[in-house]
């Protein structure tokens, strides 16, 4: 693969194809660890996740987009010689600083298992994380590097190498150290992630030496190229203001899992049922409602470049014809799966899980995933139009509130885990809506609400009819039964979306692969 381009659409649905490969093989762990080791195992590798995520944002928060937007501006000035040293200088960044979080996790992982968290239990699971800080360092940054060139096969060749490996190491490792203790068989789902970021960087190192190759070495008469320093400067102006805001997310995600066990403790459950009902949460019950978040993640990775170069031109008309596929996109895909969730919940929980004790989370949370699958690309908007500021201040004021409210509701005996999930529901909701409100006033940009009446439409259409296939029971209450009703669901929301006018040839047309068969071939 050379450094082809791909469209905004092209890009996403590369991404969107990976995504949701990535996704759909990802659930082959969420299925078969729970089973293994018990919801308390998965609550331990739970409670070791929060705290990667906030080192993760520290080392490479804001760089990889930082880098995807400045090699974007560069590209469109044909300045190779400067993306090379973009890419070089933050991949410095990111590796000085994992290397420096190495050291201090590795010294300090007695205090942070024991004081930090709430379960000593993790101290080997946390001692297994440490080596995959400073792979993701590079991988980030390289990821980013291809993302502002907008061409994405790297980026999906590289996350489904990590997908896979990822897969067979964590099962495999869980198993062989499951004889040896719940504490082992954590540490070895954790280890199963280093094995997979390994591949991952491996895939990307091979596509950037042969990229490298292909392109033709930039003039060394040219004595104009900017200052380390400018290229330093330009870089952190983007990168810091995105990490806040992602720190901003961590930091709450970490504080949220400390916070939801010792509320649960105060309100009367025991220490390890606390541990499980948050590895319920987290590990089961969320990674379902994300499942279409890998089109809302494709879109976002693709909106930044795109919405870059547009906005450096001062293309009004192209920032919002972006905004608005972008957003239709995420409404029109994920509504029907929060909307089928929320209906067969237990159903669902019971035939992944065996267990449907969390099917009342799902329920609670599903209809509110909406706000979720559209806050993604209106995040990926402010950061690309230089108001990664505005993000950070919405992403903590829904981090406050959200903290207060497990703080009020969890430690209630009545509502205990239900009110953790209130609390997530609304912070889901807050920070959409000051997204919005946001970009709205930054670019003009209005949805149609009528897009939004078509879309409800369709979804009460939908919802008829699978819960019509699953009450007639065709084949029992099976899981069977349950694919039967929700795949007839699925096909009377999309043949609805046409006569509805939410999709047209036009947009159909532009996926790839698709469309080259709707695309009538110019004759010559």
């Known amino acids: ?70 090699v974007a501006e560069a590209d469109s000035k044909d300045d190779s010689a400067g993306a090379g040293r973009i890419l070089k200088l933050a991949v410095a960044i990111s590796l000085g600083i994992s290397l420096v979080a190495v050291v201090v996790c590795f010294l300090l992982s007695d205090f942070i298992a024991t004081r930090i968290m709430t379960d000593s239990r993790v101290h080997s699971a946390f001692l297994a ?119 901003i997310g961590s930091l709450s995600y970490l504080l949220e899992s400390i916070m939801t066990v010792r509320s649960l403790t105060i309100a ?53 014809a972006r905004l608005q596929q972008s957003m239709k996109l995420a409404v029109i895909t994920g509504a029907p799966f929060a909307v089928l969730l929320a209906l067969l919940a237990a159903p669902v929980c019971k035939l992944l899980y065996g267990d449907d004790s969390m099917a009342h989370m799902l329920r609670w949370m599903a209809p509110l995933a909406v706000f979720l699958y559209m806050q993604a690309p209106l995040q990926a908007a402010l950061q690309a139009l230089n108001r990664p500021g505005t993000a950070l201040f919405n992403t903590f004021a829904g981090a406050a509130i959200k903290l207060v409210l497990i703080m009020r509701l969890a430690t209630d005996p009545q509502l205990g885990i239900v009110g953790v999930v209130i609390a997530i529901g609304v912070n889901m909701m807050l920070v959409t809506l000051l997204h919005w409100i946001s970009v709205a006033r930054l670019t003009g940009f209005r949805m149609h609400p009528l897009d939004f009446l078509k879309v409800t439409a369709a979804m009460i259409v939908m919802s008829a009819a699978a819960l019509r296939i699953w009450e007639f029971d065709w084949f029992g209450p099976s899981s069977a039964n349950l694919v039967l009703a929700g795949a007839t669901g699925i096909v009377v929301y999309i043949l609805l979306l046409v006569p509805l006018r939410l999709i047209n040839r036009e947009d159909v047309a532009r996926v790839p692969l698709i469309g080259r068969f709707l695309t009538p071939r110019n004759p010559r």
């Open 129 to 247: 994380m440490i080596p995959v800080l400073p792979l993701v360092a590079v991988s980030s940054v390289w990821r980013g590097y291809f993302q502002g060139k907008q061409n994405m096969v790297p980026t999906a060749m590289s996350q489904t190498a990590e997908t896979v490996f990822r897969i067979v190491f964590t099962l495999l490792l869980a198993w062989l150290l499951l004889p040896f203790g719940l504490e082992a068989a954590a540490a070895g789902g954790v280890l199963g992630m280093v094995v997979g970021e390994c591949a991952g960087v491996l895939v990307l190192w091979r596509q950037f030496v042969r990229d490298r190759r292909k392109e033709r070495p930039p003039s060394v008469t040219s004595s104009a190229a900017p200052a380390p320093r400018r290229y330093l400067r330009e870089l952190l102006n983007t990168a810091v203001p995105v990490t806040g805001s992602k720190m």
């Open 268 to 320: 009367g459950v025991a220490a390890a049922g606390a541990t499980a009902q948050y590895g319920a949460l987290q590990g089961m019950v969320i990674p379902l409602l994300l499942l279409p978040g890998a089109l809302t993640y494709s879109l976002a990775v693709s909106l930044v470049p795109s919405l870059s170069e547009a906005a450096s031109r001062g293309d009004w008309a192209v920032i919002h």
């Open 1 to 70: 693969m050379s450094l082809r381009k791909q469209s905004f659409i092209q890009g996403a649905m590369i991404l969107l194809a990976a995504g949701l490969l990535n996704r759909v093989l990802g659930f082959v762990p969420r299925i078969a660890l729970p089973r293994m080791i018990g919801a308390e195992g998965v609550g331990l590798i739970q409670l070791v996740f929060p705290f990667t995520i906030v080192l993760l944002t520290l080392i490479s928060g804001g760089i990889p987009l930082a880098v995807a937007k400045l």
